[in-house]
């Protein structure tokens, strides 16, 4: 299994790298005065927390054993708040962006 558990790391590595470079897009596109379509990014985040909630959900009632549905609802939870405290950070990059455009 460490084979599997080095790739998942390797995976969410990507993720977190991929996350951070997304958000210094977004920064720049600010920076350069192109269009900001801050809805369209609430939008999608909302559909993100929906889906990723449908699928932990399902999984949940996938198992009738109480420890792996509590699993579970702890890795629910801890993907999002990693997904949130992502996109709390894009958001601080962005008005990082947008008050210096401003001045």
Known sequence: MPARKSGSRGAWDRFEADMKTLGRDFRRQYDEGGPGKAGDVQESMRKLAAAAEEVFDNLGRASRD??????????????????????????????????SKRS
């Open 66 to 99: 109480p420890d792996v549905r509590k699993g579970t609802r702890k890795a629910a939870q801890s993907f999002g708040e990693a997904i949130a405290q992502t996109f709390r950070e894009l958001a601080d990059e962005l008005e990082g962006a947008i008050k």
